[in-house]
């Protein structure tokens, strides 16, 4: 069983930051990409953020410029660090995840639970 638990979540004033994580665990060979998404309340899902097992990353167009995405090596982790955060930027963000979970399987995509993140003054 593979599981992504995002944390990091909370209250953030307008104009501040956030460093979101995620941690993969369970039965892991390799990670392909992992990535975050968002969803606010109304909206549909939304790409945020995701990096590459080489270490490319991408980012979606409302986060981009003030948004990094990190991986440390050698861990089944991956962060998001935003800043300037807005208003808009209000929402449940998820962990995603491509990952191989043994030599002989192939890969498969996981959600984490998601963790919410609330910009307010």
């Known amino acids: 069983q593979v599981q992504l638990v995002e944390s990091g979540g909370g209250l953030v004033h307008p104009g501040g930051s956030l460093k979101l994580s995620c941690a993969a665990s369970?039965?892991?060979?390799?990670?392909?990409?992992m990535a975050w998404y968002r969803q606010a309340p109304g909206k549909e899902r939304e790409f945020v953020a995701l990096?590459?097992?080489?270490?490319?990353?991408s980012y979606g167009d409302s986060v981009k410029d003030r948004s990094t995405i990190s991986r440390p090596s050698a861990k089944n982790l991956v962060y998001l660090q935003m800043n300037s955060l807005t208003p808009e930027d209000t929402a449940v963000y998820y962990c995603?995840?491509?990952?191989?979970?043994?030599?002989?399987?192939?890969?498969?995509?996981?959600w984490g639970q998601g963790t919410q993140v609330t910009v307010s003054s």
């Open positions: 995603h995840a491509i990952i191989r979970p043994t030599l002989a399987s192939t890969s498969n995509a996981y």
């Open positions: 369970g039965s892991i060979s390799s990670i392909n990409v």
């Open positions: 990096i590459s097992s080489d270490g490319r990353t």
